[in-house]
């Protein structure tokens, strides 16, 4: 029987990501990240974003799931930087309505 065997950490809010990390957990480029913040899909905490101190750039946990997401809808739909940004906060206010929705249930 052929068993795989799965490792992982539990991210929390406390959680941040340098920009190297944020890359290997999506296999993307630096550009690729860079061009996420450009367009405002992921913030890095607490800083103004300026290109030029990208290694000091850190990113909240959330940021991770979003370019996971951003990863997934230009793999399979071929879609833009901007566009990504778009659909992310499209997806965030669907969820948050999704939310507001069951709190009234």
């Keep these: 029987m052929n068993q795989n065997i799965l490792e992982g950490i ?4 406390k959680v941040e990501l340098t920009i190297d990390e944020l890359c290997r957990a999506c296999s993307s480029s630096e550009d690729w990240v860079i061009g996420l913040v450009e367009e405002g899909a992921i913030e890095p905490v607490g800083q103004q974003v300026i290109r ?8 909240p946990a ?6 996971q997401v951003a990863r997934r809808l230009q ?3 071929d879609i833009n930087l901007s566009g990504i940004a ?4 499209l997806l965030n206010e ?5 939310s507001r ?4 249930e």
């Design 52 to 59: 030029a101190q990208v290694a000091q750039w850190r990113f």
């Design 62 to 67: 959330s940021s991770l799931k979003r370019a």
């Design 101 to 104: 929705l069951r709190s009234y």
């Design 94 to 98: 669907i969820e948050l309505l999704k």
């Design 86 to 89: 778009l659909a992310l906060d």
């Design 10 to 13: 539990l991210l929390d809010d």
């Design 75 to 77: 793999r399979d739909l």
